[in-house]
Nanobody, 124 residues
């Protein structure tokens, strides 16, 4: 059974940084595209970033481009989201997701595995 466990969320002031981690167990991590989504109450889950198996291909949503970075360590079965210059509108529950393809897309329906989420709160 594949499990994804996020960590690293918390409360930070605007302009600050956080690094989210998502540890994957029970599957072949190096064969999953990995992505990050976020969700606020009353809204649909929103795609933020994706990274291919190898880490060679990455894509970030316009809303976080230039501020967030996605990376992965296949030896540690972990994907990261480095978040800099945080804004209050980045406040959300952040989820990592895995897809059994080389490179993931923005639709949450594409993903096979999900973590439980980690709360990020950015104060103004």
């Amino acid at each position: 059974q594949v499990q994804l466990v996020e960590s690293g969320g918390g409360l930070v002031q605007a302009g600050g940084s956080l690094r989210l981690s998502c540890a994957v167990s029970g599957g072949t991590f190096s064969r999953y595209a990995m992505s990050w989504f976020r969700q606020t109450p009353g809204k649909e889950r929103e795609f933020e970033a994706t990274i291919s198996w190898s880490g060679m291909n990455r894509y970030l949503a316009d809303s976080v481009k230039g501020r967030f970075t996605i990376s992965r360590d296949n030896a540690k079965n972990t994907v990261y989201l480095q978040m800099n210059s945080l804004k209050p509108e980045d406040t959300a529950v952040y989820y990592c997701a895995g897809d059994r393809t080389y490179y993931g897309g923005p639709g949450d329906y594409e993903y096979d595995y999900w973590g439980q989420g980690t709360q990020v709160t950015v104060s103004s």
